[in-house]
């Protein structure tokens, strides 16, 4: 396979994980807003800025958080680098080069979300925000399905590498964020929980019926994050896109016939996770935690760019 | 420019019953609702515009990217006027090749006078340093795509040959697609020679052409601008339908004279390279050094033998206009037999008789540049006023060599779906022929352009052209077949 197609098949897996990953985003925030007994007002919109990164983004365009304003800059706007439609246009801009490596359904699939948001200029009000997400929802899901109709070949695996390394990342920035958006240092483990605020992590990562089956026991944060770190079960928790991320890699290193330092350090983060237990991160502080994981995510990145000579 | 006594491929000249061959054609249109047509015409639409099957016109941003509309009538071809034209296709494309081969190799047909010595040497299609350079297995032009127009039941003409790097192939397969998809009652009724091992055939010409000694398994690929290019659509199409790799320059390298390709696994040699880019822009160090697109260095591996390249280098020459007023001579000089396809009839302004009559008639013909292109230093007699005739007839008399005139053609038509239902409109028709080392294959089918504009004889899709699925009748029993009722149920209790 071509460096040039291996590369824009990667990050055509992590720009559709990073646009789905932003929708679940914004329908938990407005469900937050929507549903708790008391208006979770700008906090929930404030906090979804962060866990995208998007918060000096959007201060800089100078809108005031509102909604409305967020969803869009979210969603649409085209000055900001990881909105649903700046990764839309990527990922499409990478599909239509590679065209000949995906299926017709996957590039369909990227065509037509991208065409559902091109003549969109405006979210408008909640009503119309959900179906616009749940058409976008509709559409990635469209794309994974796609891809595991495909060959099993290298193509399939440096999308689905790609998405993998893109999940382990935003998984942690929303645990990072939201933990200590809820929970401030010092808090007590334990105490009042706001239960809205947990649910809307577990919708966000479709975790809500996935935390019963696993723990049989009402929402606790430590458990949660438990889940969301650890339980290799979850394909949205650490350990499971880890987990992904190595055998993507086995098994382009079984086509080529070599590994090298991505398949290394992807397995050694691997065993490393397997080996963790949720006591010591927190003894050794979940921010700085989830800050090593991150820095670690984008080595790792470094490294299969490298490998297989994206350029 | 309408023409009222122009021949209806269906309908025959003036009728309102169609030919014999097409009468289950009638009865289709005659029975399925206009407003049918129209539904399934804009479903082929929308599939064509999810599936990326567009076009870029430069130029117009809003709308960087347009789908060619498509027509849902087809057009036939009955399989005696399809065997008549394979017969003429191979021939001439043989010729072409035979006439490449001289003209860089031995010249006899310039010794000879059959055409002249300085209309091909100063010509500037013509790549003086590759005089003496045979192409691997002596091909010059593996594909082809050769536009033809009629004017009568058994009138065929070649409006153009197109040597260099012809597109359209991908319409004539994506169009029967939707065919099969949205009218199957039409194959049901007909009995029609499929097309879709068009990519197999474009597979083992390019794998029969390449360099001796490459073993049996020869890495081909396809060499695309990117997908900027109007035509990246076909162009990944067909790398895909071949299961070859589609290559950008920047994915080739040229070392020692061999060429590679950057991959995940390191360098791979390449053996056949189709290229869609011109020969301006292939090579910065042959052609032109400010060509951002090309592949140093990849002309000199051509040289050094040790790659084909399909349409190999200088086979514009063979399409050029002033050329094309030969192709009779050519064709009858390299087959020995008289062309099968006729040219449309040709006034070389250079021969003072062909002079006198074009002069004597500009407002029945149609004057062109030999060396213009796109219709730029056109004259429609038929359309112009009395001021561009007059600067035409000036310009003729003071450069006669560099026109050419014909006569303006009935071009024949089909009809199509318009606003107000079905009409006649006028077509053209490009099918693509292929010559390996293992002969020359036509696959039964090809383009047809249709001007979608009432009596305009304009098929270009930048000017409104369309396109329709070309169907060829076979003499041989159908292809479809019942396997019985599909799908599996979970038995219930």
Known sequence: MLSRTAASLYWIGRYVERAEFTARLIEATVRLDALSARPAGTTAWESALLVVGADQGFAAAGAKVCPRAVSNFLMLAADNPSSIRSCLDAARWNAKSVRTALTRDAWETVNRAWLGLRNVTDMGDTRETLSLIERIRAETRGFEGALHRMLRNEAYAFLGLGAAMERADNTARLIDVKYHLLLPEGEKIGGVIDRDQWTTILHTVSANTAYRWLYHDELKPWLVTDMLILKSELPRSLAGSSDEVVGHLAFIGRRLGRQGEADRLGRQRQAMLSRTSIDSVFAHGLHEYLEGFLVENARLDRAIAAQFRFG | MSSPIAFDEIFGNG??????????????????????????????????????????????????????????????????????????????????????????????????????????????????????????????????????????????????????????????????????????????????????????????????????????????????????????????????????????????????????????????????????????????????????????????????????????????????????????????????????????????????????????????????????????????????????????????????????????????????????????????FRPFVLSGADGVHIVPGGLTRVALQEGSLVVNSSQGGGTKDSLILSDTPGQFQSQGPAGQTQRQG
């Open chain 2, 15 to 428: 009728g309102d019953q169609p030919r014999a061959e097409f009468a289950a054609l009638g009865a289709w249109l005659e029975e399925t609702p206009d407003k049918e047509l129209d539904r399934r015409q804009k479903a082929a639409e929308a599939a064509f515009r999810q599936l990326g099957i567009t076009f870029a016109v430069y130029g117009d941003e809003d709308s960087s990217e347009r789908i060619i509309p498509f027509d849902i009538v087809p057009r036939i071809f009955t399989g005696a006027e399809w065997s008549r034209l394979k017969e003429g296709l191979v021939q001439r494309v043989e010729a072409i090749n035979h006439f490449l081969a001289d003209i860089y190799g031995e010249r006899r047909i310039l010794a000879d006078g059959v055409v002249p010595q300085e209309l091909v040497l100063a010509n500037p299609q013509f790549r003086g340093f590759l005089a003496g350079q045979k192409p691997p297995h002596g091909i010059f032009a593996h594909i082809c795509g050769i536009d033809l127009v009629r004017t009568g039941p058994d009138d065929f003409w070649v409006l153009e040959d197109n040597a260099r790097t012809p597109s359209g192939v991908s319409y004539m397969l994506e169009n029967r697609e939707a065919m099969l998809r949205l009218c199957p009652e039409i194959f049901h009724r007909f009995n029609v020679c499929p097309v879709d091992r068009y990519p197999d055939q474009l597979r083992d010409t390019l794998r029969s052409v390449a360099p001796r000694g490459r073993g049996s398994e020869p890495v081909c690929v396809l060499l695309t601008p990117g997908h900027f290019n109007s035509a990246f659509y076909e162009h990944s199409f067909l790398a895909d339908s071949m299961g070859i790799e589609l290559v950008e320059p920047a994915d080739l390298e040229v070392d020692d004279d061999i060429v590679w390709m950057r991959t995940i696994d390191g360098r791979v040699r390449v053996d056949v390279i189709y290229r869609r880019i011109d020969d301006d822009y292939i090579d910065p160090l042959f052609f032109r050094p400010d060509s951002l697109l090309g592949v140093p260095g990849l002309i000199a591996a051509y040289l050094a033998g040790n790659i084909a390249l399909v349409n190999a280098p200088g086979t514009g020459i063979a399409d050029d206009k002033a050329i094309y007023s030969y192709m009779p001579e050519i064709v009858k000089y390299y087959s020995g037999g008289e062309a099968k396809l006729p040219n449309v009839e040709t006034f070389r302004c250079r021969e003072t008789g062909a002079l006198q009559y074009t002069l004597d008639n500009l407002e029945k013909l149609v004057v062109k540049l030999v060396d213009g292109s796109g219709g730029y230093g056109m004259l429609v007699g038929p359309t112009a006023t009395k001021a561009q005739i007059e600067d035409f007839r000036a310009a003729l008399k003071a450069e006669p060599h560099r026109y050419i005139a014909q006569p303006t053609l009935a071009l024949s038509t089909v009809p199509t779906l318009t606003e107000q239902g079905i009409a006649p409109r006028h077509v053209d």
